[in-house]
């Protein structure tokens, strides 16, 4: 499977954007998730959504009633709707693929494909 990120772009705080991952090839996965990194940080968690056997979602606090991520299984898309952004969210955010179980999808190492990043940029 391969995972191509895009969306990311440069708007004000309280702005919103809509990331899109869309997977080729194989793809047969657990969960997808999404992660962002900010400069000199470590990447993090932002939010999962288990591919099958229902459309559970998994947010991180930090974004938790901001952002909604959601799921096309016919096009192989995943959608990270983000609104009322603030600064703190600028960094370079990545989608992913996980076989792993529930208790693990807030750990980047479960995931065993991951997109290219699309920065996103919040001015305040």
């Known amino acids: 499977v391969q995972l191509q990120a895009c969306g990311g772009g440069l708007v004000q705080a309280g702005g919103s954007l809509r990331l899109s991952c869309a997977a080729s090839g194989r793809f047969s996965v657990n969960f997808m998730g999404w992660f962002r990194q900010a400069p000199g940080k470590e990447r993090e968690f932002v939010a999962a959504?288990?591919?099958?056997?229902?459309?559970?979602?998994y947010y991180a606090d930090s974004v938790k009633g901001r952002f909604t991520l959601s799921r096309d299984m016919a096009k192989k898309l995943t959608y990270l709707q983000m609104n009322g952004l603030k600064p703190n969210d600028t960094a370079v955010y990545y989608c992913a693929a996980s076989n792993g179980i529930t208790s693990t999808v807030y750990a980047p190492t479960t995931y065993h494909t991951w997109g290219q990043g699309t920065l996103v940029t919040v001015s305040s």
């Open positions: 959504i288990r591919w099958m056997g229902g459309t559970a979602t």
